[in-house]
Structures are given as structure tokens and as C-alpha cells.
């Protein structure tokens, strides 16, 4: 049965992260803690690191489970929490894999039990592979798409391992020992045998890791290559994962000294040598990832392979393409808006509101738009099916003007159409193609409109809306889940310094103030009185934020007299 991973392997050498402890490290975590228990205490940290290496490019990331089994986990009194620690791993990185949208799989890391095997110690096959066994069937449980049993010294062992996966599924497992400086295990094995016991078991790969450094690894993993290279019909793949040198206690601290140049070079290197699987063990960074991730896509280059679509490289690239229809990883915008861009340097920012289609036509809103842009307006801000009458999708509207016409979009968000859920999943959206300016609304409720019988959600008003956009701008949902990176909304809100009871009214913005909200809008203003006297009441001489006051231009007679005896306000 074919696997992603062989497609993926066949079409050229395949980048794994770098070291997870490391990164655990450097972020305050004790060496004289269980770093796999971080998965259950500290999540958001273990997810963040998930995030780092998929951001530079790596094709495999691995689970933070190298000694969650039941051995290691024994002296932290967490034996009983196999189950539990394995599966949150794989959950934590098939969510950083998703948030990130790149295709890297996810392998269940297995390290060593932490005993040594019979007979030069206590440990019987039997027993290694039932405790090999239930980190398996966890791994598996959460969803693994393949294994990486890693850092193994002892063939043993490594066979106990293998076993106990091949016993539990056919997914592809990475088979990785552990090399001394001369070369051989600390069972004494040489790298041929090595390769010879495991490409009998039919390890999908075979390959070194740890211990050493790239000078002292490669050659171990060139023996293997050539090992098999002699054997007629063999085409086993070979990985190299190296520790980032020898490491050096300075100031209380463990240092790595290699570099992520260096590793470049090291990538190139072993791909030149025929290594087919790559990465970097402790010491090894997201940094080193991305320096590995560029050397692989050149040397693929070169050699007229396809170049991963996860690298910073590939990036680029897209970058200097002229954009398509709906490219998404272009549309999603950077940096400030332009409308947080001219309201802080201080400057008029002019914006003219366009409601959406009553049908399936937005032609003539999209010219009404270019008529706006000839005009000279800085923005177009399109309103949520106002009156709760049905319309077009505002934000389908404000995705045209921007990329038909090229006029930014303040987007009309109302909760009274979408639960709390459903809000966050139109945010997301809008962010991911351009849409950052967000004015949060409650809006009409549907007995206004064409539709009383419909029912109003609104699980949030528009204070919590401001609430929702500043926890995304944080990077979360509304539930404290990561969305990958922090968005860059620009907040406004509403206010109606008309309405009967000011007082109410003032409250309300500084509730919507209070909870993040970056711009003031106003309902159209025709008497400066109106404006001042709202602030008397609200008390201040100005408010806390750039404030876009609304002008409504009277069309006719029948317009003005119409707003006054039939509008409130």
C-alpha cells in the first residue's frame, strides 16, 4: 500500500525538524525535568516549537514523546500517564501542522528505554517490546503518520522496537542508531551490520542520529550508503540527523557549538553522499532547519527535482510571482493596514460606505467602487446585510473591491447572524484573504427585516466581537487555542452620539474601548453640537482613539425630511 511518505521520499531528500529539547531548554525548562511531560504542563510552549520548525521548512516533525514510555516516565511518577502524554503529543503537532496549512507529516518519536538489555543487564526482549508496545498503540491512537524510533545504541533494543510497531501497524518506520566517536554502537556494531539486521526487518529507513556531530556522522551514514549500494536491488533510504557538535558547559548553561551555516553545508553534503532523509539532533534549532530547508531546495534545484513547498526559499519565489485569481499565501496580508497606517502617522483617512447586492451581480457595486477610487477615497467599508435584509456576503464584496478594484475594505461584522464559533471561522477567513479591517457591530435584529421568523444568535454583542478580534490579534481563539501567529486587525467600533440616552450610549464605548478597540466610527453626524455635547457626557474633551466621524450628504428634500421624521436620531 503506497504511503505519503515513499511519494514524498521518491521525489527527492526529506527534511526533519531539529531538537525538541533543546528548544525546551532554551525556553527555562530544567534538565532535571521530564521534557515529555511538558506536552501535558506546557502545551502552548511544546506547540510554539511545532510551529518553529514548520515555519522553516521541515518536511517531518516528530512528536514530543522520545521517553514517554513507561521506564522513563516511572521516576516522575508518571508510568501510569503513557496513554495520556503520547496522544496530546501527536494532538500538539497535527494541530501546529494544521494552523501552519503545510504538508509536513507527523512521525511518533520513540527514544530509548533508559535500561540495558540482556544479557549485560536486566532488561528481557519480552519486556522492552510490551513497554515499546503500549507507547505504540498511544502514538497510534492520536494519529501518527509514521514512526521515528531514534538515539538507539543498543541493535537489540532497536529490534524490540521495530517489532513492537510492526506487530501494531504497517506504517513506515525510521529506524535511527546511535554511533560512538569510532563509529560503532556501544553494542559494537559497525554501520553495515547495522544496515544489514535492519533491512531485514523492512525498515522503510535506516540511518544515524545523535551522539556526534555532522564530521563525525557522515561517514558512518556513507558507509551505509555504500553498503548498500553494493548489494544488488537494495534501495533502502538512509537518514543523518547529527547533534549540533560537541556540547560545552558555559555559564551554568548547555551551548551547542555549530552553526546553521554549517549545517547548510552538512545538508549538502550528505545529500551529495546519497543520504535521503536529513535533519538535525540536540543543539540543532528552527534556525538550522531553515538553513538545511535552502541548501536541500538548491541542491534539488540543481539536479532538476521539485523543490518543498515548505522552505523560506519556496517562499520567496511565490513572492516574486504576479499574484493569481486567489492565491492565498500572498493575499494574506502583513504588517499594518493602510487605515492603521494613516491614523498613525496622524493623517485624514476618507472612507465611503458600499452596501452589497440584493442578487448574485456585484458589478455595479464593483463600479460604484472604482467610481469612489477615481474620487480619491483611502477606503471602501462594506455593510453586513443592513436592516437585516438579505445581501450579498460583505466580505465576499470587500475581497472583490480589494482585488478587482484595489481599494481597501472595512469590513461590517455583526453577530447577529453567527454563533461565537461561526464569527472566529469568518474572521480567520477574512484574514487569510486580506480583509483586516474589521468594524465590530451587534447589528438589527431580524424582526426589522424581510425576515422576523429568522432567529438572532448574537452568542456575543459587539463588545465581545472586540474581545474575540483582540484575542486573535494575540495569536488565540476565543477558547485560548493557537491560530499559528498573532493576526493584525485593525479594530473599530460604533457609536451613535444621536441616540436618546447618551448616557447609555457613553457607556457602551467604553465598554467597547475597554475591551480593545483601536478606531471610533459614528453614526452620520449633521450639527457639531451633537458631537460635542456627547462628550460632555461621556466625559473627556476627546476620546482615547481616532475617531471617523460619519457625514451622510442629503440627496433631495424627500431624503432630509424622510431622516427626520422616520429615522431615530
Known sequence: MSHPFFDRLAAGPLLVDGAMGTMLYAAGASLDEAFDLLTLTQPDLVHAIHRAYLEAGADIIETNSFGANR???????????????????????????????????????????????????????????????????????????????????????????ILAVQEATDLPVIASMTFAEDGQTIGGNTPEQVVGRLREMGVAVVGANCSVGPQRLLPVVESMVHC????????????????????????????????????????????????????????????????????????????????????????????????????????????????QEKLARGEFAVAVEIDPPKGLNPAKALDGARLLQAAGVDLINVADSPMARVRMSALTLCYLIQHQVGVETILHLTTRDRSLMGLQSELLGAHAVGVRNILALTGDPPSLGDYPESSAVYDVDSVGLIRVLGRLNAGQDSAGASIGRPAGFAVACAVDPTRQDLALEAERLRAKLEAGAQVVMTQPIFDPETWWRFLEVFGADRLPAPVMAGILPLQSTRHAEFLHNEVPG
Not at 526482549?125 to 538507539?152: H, K, N, S, W, Y
Not at 545538508?267 to 532547519?289: F, M, N, Q, S, Y
Open 71 to 161: 521506564l522513563k516516565l516511572e521516576p516522575f511518577g508518571a508510568a501510569g500517564r503513557v496513554r495520556e502524554v503520547n496522544r496530546k503529543a501527536v494532538r500538539l503537532a497535527r494541530e501546529a501542522r494544521e494552523i501552519s496549512g503545510r504538508p509536513a507529516l507527523v512521525a511518533g518519536s520513540m527514544g530509548p528505554l533508559g535500561r540495558t538489555m540482556t544479557p549485560f543487564g536486566t532488561l528481557e526482549p519480552a519486556v522492552a517490546r510490551r513497554v515499546f508496545r503500549e507507547q505504540v498503540d498511544a502514538l497510534l491512537e492520536g494519529g501518527v503518520d509514521l514512526f521515528l524510533i531514534e538515539t538507539i545504541g543498543n541493535l537489540s533494543e532497536m529490534e524490540q522496537a
Open 228 to 339: 548498500l549500494q553494493g548489494e544488488p536491488g537494495a534501495t533502502l533510504p538512509v537518514s543523518c540527523m547529527p547533534n549540533a557538535g560537541w556540547p560545552a558547559h558555559v555559564a551554568g548553561r548547555v551551548i551547542y557549538p555549530s552553526s546553521a551555516e554549517y549545517f547548510a553545508e552538512f545538508a549538502r553534503r550528505a545529500a551529495d553522499a546519497g543520504v535521503r532523509v536529513v535533519g538535525g539532533c540536540c543543539g540543532t534549532t528552527p534556525a538550522h532547519t531553515a538553513a538545511m530547508r535552502e541548501a536541500l531546495d538548491a541542491w534539488s534545484a540543481s539536479r532538476g527535482l521539485p523543490c518543498s513547498r515548505n522552505g523560506a526559499a519556496a517562499r520567496r519565489e511565490k513572492a516574486r510571482r504576479k499574484p493569481a485569481a486567489l492565491d492565498i499565501d500572498l493575499v494574506a496580508a502583513e504588517g499594518p493596514t493602510k487605515l
